[in-house]
Nanobody
Framework: QVQLVETGGGLVQAGGSLRLSCAAS????????MGWFRQAPGKEREFVAAISWSATSTDYADSVKGRFTISRDNAKTTVYLQMNSLKPDDTAVYYCAYRYGSRTYYSTSMYDYWGQGTQVTVSS
């Protein structure tokens, strides 16, 4: 079992920045991918970004490219999501996800563990 705890959500004005963190604990293997997804009210959960264990592979949704940056600190088993130039459309609950393996995927079904989510609200 792997436990994931997200922190860093909050309320920010459009154009502002937030940094989300996700700490992993438990039976975490070194060969894993960690990612971020988000879900807005009335919408399906969607992919935001993912990063491989070595950080040599990262993927981003088109809607956040150039504004969000995913990174990880394996010593702390933590993944981060730096969000800049935030827009009201970025308002959602953001979830951290974990999967065994080395490939990043966009589908929620490919991830094995999920955090409880953290709310991000961007006001206009």
């Amino acid at each position: 079992q792997v436990q994931l705890v997200e922190t860093g959500g909050g309320l920010v004005q459009a154009g502002g920045s937030l940094r989300l963190s996700c700490a992993a604990s438990g039976r975490a293997f070194t060969n894993n991918v960690m990612g971020w997804f988000r879900q807005a009210p009335g919408k399906e959960r969607e992919f935001v970004a993912a990063i491989s264990w070595s950080a040599t592979s990262t993927d981003y949704a088109d809607s956040v490219k150039g504004r969000f940056t995913i990174s990880r600190d394996n010593a702390k088993t933590t993944v981060y999501l730096q969000m800049n130039s935030l827009k009201p459309d970025d308002t959602a609950v953001y979830y951290c996800a974990y999967r065994y393996g080395s490939r990043t995927y966009y589908s929620t079904s490919m991830y094995d563990y999920w955090g409880q989510g953290t709310q991000v609200t961007v006001s206009s």
